[in-house]
Nanobody, 120 residues
Framework: HVQLVESGGGLVQPGGSLRLSCAASGTVITIYNMAWYRRAPGKQRELVALVARGGSTDYADSVKGRFTISRDDAKNTVYLQMNNLKSDDTAVYYC??????????????WGQGTQVTVSS
C-alpha cells in the first residue's frame, strides 16, 4: 500500500510563489507517472502538470512558464514550484502517483489535497 502526503499549500497574494510537495510512503517498488491535478469550486478537475519516470513533462497551457514540476526518485517525492500565482490558480491541488507496491498490482494513488488560495 502507498500513502501520499501533501504539503506546501496556503494563502498567497497575486504574483507570489508557493512550492507544493508530495511524498509517497509505504511499500513502494516502482513509481511511474507523478502529477498534480487541481479542482476549483464549480470547475472540472484538470491536470496541472505531469512528470513521467523518464523525466518528460507536460503542463496545462494556463500554467506553462509559471509552474515547474520535478521529482526526486530517491525520496519518492514530487514537487510543484508555482511562481507568479494568479487568482485563477486558487483550487485544491491533488497529488497523483502511479506505482507498484509490494503485494499489489499497479495502482493509482491520490493525495488528500492541499488548498492553494491566491488573493489580495
Amino acid at each position: 500500500h502507498v500513502q501520499l502526503v501533501e504539503s506546501g499549500g496556503g494563502l498567497v497574494q497575486p504574483g507570489g510563489s508557493l512550492r507544493l510537495s508530495c511524498a509517497a510512503s509505504g511499500t513502494v517498488i516502482t513509481i511511474y507517472n507523478m502529477a498534480w491535478y487541481r479542482r476549483a469550486p464549480g470547475k472540472q478537475r484538470e491536470l496541472v502538470a505531469l512528470v513521467a519516470r523518464g523525466g518528460s513533462t507536460d503542463y496545462a497551457d494556463s500554467v506553462k512558464g509559471r509552474f515547474t514540476i520535478s521529482r526526486d526518485d530517491a525520496k519518492n517525492t514530487v514537487y510543484l514550484q508555482m511562481n507568479n500565482l494568479k487568482s485563477d490558480d486558487t483550487a485544491v491541488y491533488y497529488c497523483y502517483v502511479g506505482a507498484h507496491a509490494i503485494g499489489a498490482v499497479f495502482a493509482n494513488y491520490w493525495g488528500q489535497g492541499t488548498q492553494v488560495t491566491v488573493s489580495s
